[in-house]
């Protein structure tokens, strides 16, 4: 079984650009959840969608927004970027938001210039 | 405020060597924890999740405990390898957390980077 698929596994922006990372979660698995992580530190929780909806948001701005659709996979989208922006963006998938086991996509490395 | 706390930072140790990694929170509600593998610019690999009503997990050469009441967890490698050099994450999912209910949301450490010499 394939595990969790992000595209693309790298990309280059400029500041104040918009981007859009892309997640598929395992197959049968209904949540999907964003992480960024910048350099030696642990991921820090972005958003949580379960069923289509909006399960949990971290402390980010408003310039960060996600979505899931009906098959599950998910998009995290982030606007007018900044060069703290820059970070390994990280999908997870779940079967429910409870005690299941989060697996981990490879992420997407985001450097903004 | 959940924060998770790992110690040491980083450890080298020679290959063959049994090692233990430490994690600690500071709020003991949790649903469970759970312990990571990350290579070098890749995606965490998920090693073991004891849940909250659990004391340890085991698989292979690994073993995690977990003690709630000290806010604690341990992850015990046995006859270390080479190929187990990387950064260990531990990360606990909270019951609830500040402004609203994140129930996927898990705080993590800042990592145990390993390093196995032959």
């Known amino acids: 079984d394939a595990g969790v698929t992000q595209s693309p596994t790298h990309l280059i922006k400029t500041r104040g650009q918009h981007v859009t990372l892309r997640c598929s979660p395992i197959s049968g698995h209904k949540s999907v959840s964003w992480y960024q992580q910048v350099l030696g530190q642990g991921p820090q929780f972005i958003f949580q969608?379960?069923?289509?909806?909006?399960?949990g948001r971290g402390n980010f701005p408003d310039r960060f927004s996600a979505r899931q659709f009906p098959n599950y996979s998910s998009e995290l989208n982030v606007n007018a970027l900044l060069l703290g922006d820059s970070a390994l963006y990280l999908c997870a998938s779940s079967y429910d938001i409870f005690n299941s086991p989060l697996h981990f996509g490879n992420g997407t490395r985001l450097t903004v210039t | 405020k959940q924060e998770v706390t790992q110690i040491p930072a980083a450890l080298s140790v020679p290959e063959g060597e049994n090692l233990v990694l430490n994690c600690s929170f500071t709020?003991?509600?949790?649903?469970?924890l759970q312990w990571f593998r990350q290579d070098p610019g890749k995606g965490l690999t998920s090693l073991l999740l004891i849940q909250s009503s659990q004391r340890e997990q085991t698989s292979g050469r690994l073993n995690a405990s977990l003690d709630k009441s000290s806010g604690r967890s341990t992850l015990y490698i046995a006859a270390s390898q080479p190929g187990d050099s990387a950064t260990y994450l531990c990360a606990v999912r909270p019951i609830s957390s500040a402004g609203g209910t994140s129930y996927g949301k898990l705080t993590f450490g800042q990592g145990t980077i390993l390093t196995v010499h032959p």
């Open positions: 709020d003991s509600a949790i649903y469970n």
């Open positions: 969608y379960y069923e289509k909806e909006e399960r």
